[in-house]
């Protein structure tokens, strides 16, 4: 695009000019890639999935030192007959316990169970209350003391909370600290899955089992179901190399094409690294999408190699052809990719951040090993007469298809088409209002329902009150708030409102603790189970509740309102989150402010709303972005829009099936919808391109298609095949997640195709023929630049 | 999130150590509201219930008032003018009836429960009201926390206060066992016993100087009274001797009911349920697996047992 010689045939003369010099250096970085790729570590963090800037996470980060984050693991000890009143089942529980306890990143004043001595039982007698330790020190694993500890959990209000309601298991429940205080460094999650895993390795048998839940475990097990990826990367590399000979005839260029697929895979890791990040277990898609827009963009170097051997130039003339044909739309294809996926990046979440600066970096590296040095490879390749005779017969052989598929870009086609993709666009829309933002299902829905993890959560959920999704609102009032009746009394209601709502489990408040407390000190008579109006009762009521419970902070100035939550699917957490904005407005209050939100559950509605309220944007950067660069590509009005609709009705049609597949948008699906669309910008450039080239040299419109299609429709058909295969193969995943994003590549990527090839031609012939003047006029101003280029 | 309650009374908070607590700004206390309507309102704690007819009324925290028209089987809230726990309930028929609590609330209803006035109400006052007994639509006592006394002659539209009892032990429960005799069982072994329908009032000699929760009428000169520590003691001869009966446990004994068939039922904190075949001379205990606590157990008119307590009103597994 700019002055004689244009900058592609100024590029491709001295690049082929010191072609020797360019593959060494080349060689030599990709060398020290390799190097600095190898230190790549799978990291999972928990705080780099929060939305640091959603009103409810600075709340979270306000309380996160006194009330601890959402980052907890309960380690459940149940047994398959009997309950847990044994001397087997007390020891075992005692040495998982200690075991825990020396977990890294654990917070060791967290550490709660029956054998901690932060868990108390209170007894009412004649003068008041005694209490103690529910295992007392003492405490031998035998006949005389188990009726004791047994007496104790029933009195400690524990049934439900650390021991399950029919008594056949128990908890251990710790708090992960990820950066360590003292020395600042960050906990490394996957040696936490790991010694978890240990500990349930060591201390389970037939009798006794270990169930283990939690963030850190969850992600421990995704980055061992992750490994599968290397296997699917095998099958897709398998798959990839037999179809790209099927259509180049060349091994050698199959495997050159290939092996600088592998060295864009290679410069991934090592640019990661460069740039500090690691390999997050729910990013891990991301290096084998930079591989397929890398061999999409290689097989149409392939295809053009073919294409001008076959009409009798060598390899190397081949090879620059190649080179000067496709770096411009090719270049901004890869651009554009680039651009769209930092749009992702405007959500305020650092793992999603990460994410879209690693995949743009992807795309960048891709111009430089497909665009740059792939046709310098194959330039080298000896394909002479012997594969001219092979390729020859080949080039013509879609003609047939190709001339069908030319009624798309006739008038009558076009609206036929048109019509279709708006009936589609229309059942697509309507559906995609059943898509959920979150998770759709109970469990850790990254992973398949009958996981083993899953297995746990739902044991533990079973058995226990207490569930494992918590949400805490924040009570904020004045010092000493919880010894002033109007303030306590709201913090009630509050928690009764709360404990109405559907979806929510159970509640506890510091009221609910301080009624129970008054009650102990009227003789357990349930008649008192309520909040004295008296300051100096409500102090003594107060008196006994330690800042360890969670409950209140040292000057009871905070007060969280703890709710156990049935589930965390998206509804429950909307209907909850709204119950608490509800209430609020309808409650206002100058002494006490209810302030979402902290908790696992609170995490989520946070990055819930934070996904939501950035999807519409996001999509609208990205086809602003596709449009600009399309615009700028082909200085063409119907080029830009032709290229973008295939790609809005495709992702409507993508949001469609994610609604009746039941997957959520979430942090770890919100990429594909982004990706998707790269991929799809690749195909439209492509075409349109080429379509444009066709008609400044005075083609009609249906002629210069269909040439089109000759020249590059082949190499866009099997490049959508070719990454659906590979991404088809997904199914089969450990993931539930990658399975998920299997089905939705798949039909991604073929999706775009097809849109690609019928629907961009309809869309541009209809505009051209609603719009003749326009028409004239791109043509003439595409000749223009052509001319002034040469 | 656990809650740990412990003993120790000069524990971590400061706030406790000596506050002045004249001294705190005090935020103005929400004054008397009507109830919230609230769909676990069954399944929140209930403290007393009652027949209405065949009516079941039940009442308890946060001023809740249900009513059963199928034996327990299904409840319903119906509004209340007050959000005040309330503690005790009683009906001179299918229509007339009141219930206490928590500030002081005397609550009156002459349509079955379905809607209820405010008679009597004291915040300021802070002593609980425990209990109430009516002979009569007219004649009422309710008594409550402190040696709270109040009495009516006309259907409670005005409620007189006086002291019974030299002591400010808390009165827990007031009965009629004969239309002459009256029998208050409270805090610290209180015992009061009237001859003439609550004019006067004498102390009985206590056999317990532990807190009687409840109690309940046998005969014209039987009675139980039971409560702290699981403590169970029975007269045959209006309180002049008193016998103990073992209950099998510690548990806090809450309420009861004589059944139909001349059973007797006591219950009681963690999930305790006392049963005697013998007019009340000895019991078996079970306890619910749930060990959820009891407040008192009520018959419904087809016989079935209910039991009130934390999750609400339930039905008894025979």
Known sequence: MSQSPSLPSRLEYWTFRHRGLVLVIFALLTLFMGWQGAKLRVDAGFEKTLPLEHPYMQTFTKHMKEFGGANRVLVALSVKEGDIYTPEFMTRLKQVTDAVFFVPGVDRASVTSLFTPNVRFIEIVEDGFAGGNVIPAEFQPNDQWLPIVRENVLKSGQVGRLVAEDFTAALVSVQLVETDPRTGEKLDYMQVAQQLEDIRAKFEDERIQVHIIGFAKAMGDIADGAKSVVMFFAIAFVITAVLVYGYGKSWMMTFAMLGISLCTVIWQFGLLVLLGYGIDPLSILVPFLVFAIAISHGVQNIGTMTQEISKGADATTAARISFERLLIPGGSALITDALAFVTIAIIQIQMIQELAVSASVGMLIIIITHLWILPVVLSYLPLGDKYRSRVEGQVGRFDKVWSRMAIFARPKGAIAMILVALVVLGVSFYEQRNMTVGDTEAGVPELWPDSRYNLDAQLIVDRFAIGVDIIQVIAETKADGCIDYGIIKQIDDFTWAMTNVPGVQSTISMATAMKVVNTGWNEGNLNWRVLPRNSQVLVRTVTPIETSTGLLNSNCSVMPVVIYTKDHKAGTIQGIVDAVEAYNKANPSETVQFKLATGNVGVMAATNEAVMTAEKPMLLLVYATVILFCALTFRSLVGSLATVLPLIVVSILCNAMMAWLGIGLKISTLPAAALGVGIGVDYGLYIFNRLQSYLKHGLSFADAYYRTLQETGSSVLFTGLTLAVGTATWIFSDLKFQADMGVLLTFIFLANMIGAIVLLPAVAALLYKLFPKLFEAEVKRASKRTFAAH | ?318
Do not use: C, K
């Open chain 2, 1 to 318: 999130m656990i809650v740990q309650a412990s003993a120790r009374i000069a524990a971590a908070l400061l706030l406790a150590a000596g506050l002045p607590v004249s001294a705190l700004a005090q935020t103005p206390a929400p004054s008397m509201r009507p109830a919230i309507m609230a769909p676990l309102a069954s399944h929140s704690l209930v403290l007393a219930a009652t027949r209405a007819g065949d009516r079941l009324v039940a009442v308890g925290e946060r001023g809740h008032i249900l009513l059963s028209d199928d034996n327990g089987t299904t409840w319903r809230q119906v509004p209340s003018p007050a959000n005040a726990a309330l503690t005790g309930v009683t009906f001179v028929d299918a229509r007339h009836g009141w219930a206490v609590g928590h500030d002081a609330v005397i609550l009156h209803t002459q349509d079955g429960g379905e809607t209820w006035t405010l008679q009597h109400a004291e915040p300021e006052l802070e002593q609980p009201l425990m209990d109430v007994l009516f002979t009569d639509a007219s004649n009422g006592i309710a008594v409550g926390a402190y040696g709270l006394y109040l009495e009516t002659t006309d259907g409670g539209a005005t409620w007189t206060p006086r002291t019974v009892s030299e002591d400010d032990f808390h009165f827990n429960a007031v009965l009629a066992p004969t239309p002459e005799t009256r029998l208050i069982a409270g805090e610290a072994g209180t015992l009061l016993f009237s001859a003439d329908a609550g004019t006067t009032w004498t102390a009985l000699e206590s056999p317990y100087d532990g807190s009687f929760f409840d109690a309940l009428v046998l005969g014209p000169q039987s009675f139980l009274v039971y409560g702290l520590q699981g403590h169970i003691f029975r007269t045959d001869d209006a309180g002049a001797t008193w016998t103990e009966i073992d209950s099998g446990g510690t548990a806090g004994l809450m309420g009861g009911a004589v059944l139909t068939d001349g059973g007797v039922m006591l219950v009681g904190a963690q999930g305790t349920i006392l049963t005697s075949r013998d007019g009340g001379h000895s019991f078996s205990a079970t306890r619910r697996p749930d060990r959820v606590g009891l407040a008192d157990i009520v018959q419904a008119a087809n016989g079935g047992l209910i039991l009130l307590g934390e999750a609400g009103p339930i039905p008894a597994n025979p």
